[in-house]
């Protein structure tokens, strides 16, 4: 069964970059040919694509973040992680990471784990 | 940006059918799926590629996609059913992945 973990920093100040990294276990996640994504939901709203990453490094954004994002993988850990710059009371939410099947396996794709979510709050 | 509308709420009495819509421009030509989330918890998918449901998922959950509306349909809902419930596709002109607006399902 795999399972995922985010982790880091609750609280990030105005202007400073948001670091998070997602730990996976009970699979590799070199394995297959799965993606890797960030979704954040703002309390009380709804959820918000913010990329994904193959773990050859190619990496696909959400528009409207593209500029403040950047994904990155460490194989050798089992990791992933979320860098985004800039940030501003708009960025407060809850941040999940997710497996994703990716359309070349099922046609459309989806998200079929996800982590439990880590509330990262902008504040000075 | 290729956008995904649901209706903010509906209800449904017990037993009966909940039906949740995503609208978006020519959502029939992408595929469509759902999940839904209960308070404090991470979504979890309901339907795939339209129509599909994953295992363990009930029957009574089932999708269609056609023109510019993936629709959701809870047949014989359940108490249980109350959620939130987001449409999602797969843009592939920006490459991205797009969640619709969401619908709370309450079941009276």
């Known amino acids: 069964q795999v399972q995922l973990q985010e982790s880091g920093p609750g609280l990030v100040k105005p202007s400073q970059t948001l670091s998070l990294t997602c730990t996976v276990s009970?699979?590799?996640?070199?394995?297959?040919?799965?993606?890797w994504s960030w979704i954040r939901q703002p309390a009380g709203k709804g959820l918000e694509w913010i990329g994904r990453?193959?773990?050859?490094?190619?990496?696909n954004y959400n528009p409207s973040l593209k500029s403040r994002v950047t994904i990155s993988v460490d194989t050798s850990k089992n990791q992933f992680s979320l860098k985004l710059s800039s940030v501003t009371a708009a960025d407060t939410a809850v941040y999940y990471c997710?497996?994703?099947?990716?359309?070349?396996?099922?046609?459309?794709?989806?998200?079929?784990?996800w982590g439990q979510g880590t509330l990262v709050t902008v504040s000075s | 940006s290729y956008e995904l509308t649901q209706p903010p709420s509906v209800s449904v009495s017990p037993g009966q059918t909940a039906i949740i819509t995503c609208s978006g421009d020519?959502?029939?030509?992408?595929?469509a799926c759902w999940y839904h989330q209960k308070p404090g918890q991470s979504p979890v998918l309901v339907i795939y590629?339209?129509?599909k449901r994953p295992s363990g998922i009930p029957e009574r959950f089932s999708g269609s996609n056609s023109g510019n509306t993936a629709t959701l349909t809870i047949s014989g809902t359940q108490a249980m059913d109350e959620a939130d419930y987001y449409c999602?596709?797969?843009?592939?002109?920006?490459?991205?992945?797009?969640f619709g607006t969401g619908t709370k399902v309450t079941v009276l």
């Open positions: 997710a497996r994703q099947i990716p359309p070349s396996m099922v046609r459309g794709g989806f998200f079929d784990y």
């Open positions: 009970g699979g590799s996640i070199s394995s297959g040919s799965y993606y």
């Open positions: 990453i193959y773990t050859s490094g190619s990496t």
């Open positions: 020519k959502l029939g030509d992408k595929y």
């Open positions: 590629q339209d129509t």
């Open positions: 999602q596709a797969w843009d592939s002109s920006t490459a991205s992945y797009v």
